[in-house]
């Protein structure tokens, strides 16, 4: 028996939709390991958090104090080592972001855990952790073996997990004391700072027509983006897009870009390579149109089409024309 513990990752007044994910695979490992997971939120009045993540996991603990309003690593570091030395998990699941990436490293080398980073697929054999990192540029995935430890500490890529649905029970939440006894002052949250959004987040879009280097070149672009505004969507596209300067950076949906989950995803001219998959395979339905019945786009589409996309593209535009 053992523990799962998930670090919830919450800003802004919102969890993040990482902390589902990590959920959801918690779940998942601890079911093969007859172990728990257990949801662990640091924070300064998210009462409403820990009811909202109890329909998710089997426990909740809390932990608030006014220092851990904003996310700061060294006080969350803190009470963690302190929440690890009482309850003594067996594997810790923080997201691969900016919040992770600044906190999991210094946590593991305090504790004197193993740490794996970026992982897509994580389980365990004969008590050791496995993982499944994707190494140059999502071309190689590389399977780790770490050595038999008492915990381990893992960041996990963001949109390569389900994030599942709330259950019809409730975990149990369990409040803890903070163990900050001082202000921290050796780092400081001052304030957020939003990356300003120029033209459509894609983010938020629940119909996104996106393109590849397939459609030849960005004389295409227009007629795609006619079929788009008809569906009420918006276009995205991969990297070769952006790197031709077909279209701007912020469309573009891939490990170096942006996640998605939209409703619709169409896909033209895209081959899927994972770098590109593993941003948008959230989506609900995805439908694919290439000319090569062998582009591992179709791999992972609900529908596909198996055309040149001039043939295609006039009569989709037709076909929706006036519709939203």
Same mark, same amino acid.
């Given at each position: 028996?053992?523990?799962?513990?998930?670090?919830?990752?919450?800003?802004?007044?919102?969890?993040?939709?990482?902390?589902?994910?990590?959920?959801?695979?918690?779940?998942?490992?601890?079911? /093969?390991?007859?172990?728990?997971?257990?949801?662990?939120?640091?924070?300064?009045?998210?009462?409403?958090?820990?009811?909202?993540?109890?329909?998710?996991?089997?426990?909740?603990?809390?932990?608030?104090?006014?220092?851990?309003?904003?996310?700061?690593?060294?006080?969350?570091?803190?009470?963690?080592?302190?929440?690890?030395?009482?309850?003594?998990?067996?594997?810790?699941?923080?997201?691969?972001?900016?919040?992770?990436?600044?906190?999991?490293?210094?946590?593991?080398?305090?504790?004197?855990?193993?740490?794996?980073?970026?992982?897509?697929?994580?389980?365990?054999?004969?008590?050791?952790?496995?993982?499944?990192?994707?190494?140059?540029?999502?071309?190689?995935?590389?399977?780790?073996?770490?050595?038999?430890?008492?915990?381990?500490?893992?960041?996990?890529?963001?949109?390569?997990?389900?994030?599942?649905?709330?259950?019809?029970?409730?975990?149990?939440?369990?409040?803890?004391?903070?163990?900050?006894?001082?202000?921290?002052?050796?780092?400081?949250?001052i304030e957020y700072i939003e990356a300003p959004i120029t033209?459509?987040?894609?983010?938020?879009?629940?119909?996104?027509?996106?393109?590849?280097?397939?459609?030849?070149?960005?004389?295409?672009?227009?007629?795609?983006?006619?079929?788009?505004?008809?569906?009420?969507?918006?276009?995205?596209?991969?990297?070769?897009?952006?790197?031709?300067?077909?279209?701007?950076?912020?469309?573009?949906?891939?490990?170096?870009?942006?996640?998605? /989950?939209?409703?619709?995803?169409?896909?033209?001219?895209?081959?899927?390579?994972?770098?590109?998959?593993?941003?948008?395979?959230?989506?609900?339905?995805?439908?694919?149109?290439?000319?090569?019945?062998?582009?591992?786009?179709?791999?992972?589409?609900?529908?596909?089409?198996?055309?040149?996309?001039?043939?295609?593209?006039?009569?989709?535009?037709?076909?929706?024309?006036?519709?939203?």
């Open positions: 028996m053992g523990e799962i513990f998930v670090l919830v990752e919450h800003r802004q007044g919102k969890i993040r939709d990482i902390t589902y994910e990590m959920l959801a695979a918690g779940e998942e490992i601890a079911s /093969k390991q007859e172990a728990s997971s257990t949801a662990v939120l640091l924070g300064y009045n998210v009462k409403n958090f820990a009811e909202e993540l109890a329909s998710r996991t089997s426990k909740v603990i809390v932990v608030e104090d006014a220092q851990l309003e904003h996310f700061n690593s060294v006080p969350y570091q803190k009470v963690l080592s302190s929440l690890f030395a009482k309850h003594q998990p067996l594997l810790t699941l923080i997201g691969h972001t900016a919040f992770g990436m600044d906190l999991a490293p210094s946590l593991s080398a305090e504790m004197g855990f193993p740490l794996v980073t970026d992982c897509i697929g994580l389980s365990f054999e004969e008590n050791r952790l496995k993982a499944i990192r994707s190494i140059y540029g999502g071309k190689v995935n590389a399977n780790v073996s770490l050595k038999e430890s008492r915990g381990y500490v893992v960041t996990v890529r963001p949109g390569v997990f389900s994030p599942g649905t709330p259950g019809e029970k409730k975990g149990g939440i369990i409040m803890e004391p903070s163990p900050l006894q001082k202000t921290i002052d050796v780092k400081k949250f033209g459509e987040d894609i983010t938020q879009a629940e119909i996104i027509v996106s393109v590849g280097q397939g459609i030849g070149g960005p004389e295409h672009i227009p007629i795609i983006e006619e079929v788009a505004k008809s569906l009420g969507g918006v276009v995205a596209c991969s990297r070769p897009v952006v790197d031709r300067n077909w279209l701007p950076k912020e469309r573009q949906v891939g490990i170096s870009g942006k996640t998605v /989950k939209p409703k619709v995803y169409i896909a033209i001219g895209i081959s899927g390579a994972f770098q590109h998959v593993t941003a948008m395979q959230g989506s609900e339905t995805i439908i694919a149109i290439n000319k090569d019945p062998r582009a591992p786009i179709f791999g992972v589409a609900d529908y596909g089409i198996v055309d040149d996309f001039l043939n295609v593209i006039p009569i989709l535009k037709e076909k929706t024309k006036g519709m939203k």
